[in-house]
């Protein structure tokens, strides 16, 4: 199955403190093709240096990143993005809102490659045409 890992799951995934707390959703991760959207390829390294991640966990980030498949941003991705934002703006969805700009781009991710969502994150409940994976 394919799955596109949201940032918290993926940060999580990585931390031996937070794990626990998202276990459930990082097993469903095992035996399925994962993807990243490019917000989170650069939301996690900045995370990384604000917490000040060591070397170790650093190397981690960076083999996770390697054998995951980054969505590229495209002019179809990009559309794609900009009709989500309406849609959840028809229907009053907090997606819309200029504070959720990486959710947008993650969710649309899922949505252009025609993926589930591995999130634990409730901004991405009822968004239209979005399979989430709790």
């Known amino acids: 199955m394919r799955l596109v890992v949201d940032t918290g799951v993926s940060s999580a995934a990585l931390s031996r403190r937070?794990?626990?707390?998202?276990?459930?959703?990082?097993?469903?991760?095992?035996g399925n093709q994962l993807f990243l959207a490019a917000s989170t390829v650069a939301e996690l390294p900045y995370g990384?240096?604000?917490?000040?991640?060591?070397?170790?966990?650093?190397?981690?980030?960076?083999?996770?990143?390697?054998?995951?498949?980054?969505?590229?941003?495209?002019?179809a991705f990009l559309t794609r993005c900009a009709e989500l934002r309406f849609a959840c703006r028809r229907v009053g969805h907090p997606l819309a809102g200029p504070a959720h700009t990486n959710d947008l781009r993650i969710a649309t991710s899922a949505i252009h490659i025609g993926a589930g969502l591995v999130s634990a994150d409730a901004i991405f409940e009822d968004v239209p045409d979005l399979d989430v994976t709790h």
């Open 48 to 75: 990384a240096l604000v917490a000040e991640w060591g070397t170790p966990r650093r190397d981690r980030l960076e083999e996770a990143f390697a054998t995951t498949t980054v969505i590229p941003v495209s002019d």
């Open 18 to 30: 937070r794990r626990p707390e998202f276990e459930n959703h990082v097993a469903r991760l095992a």
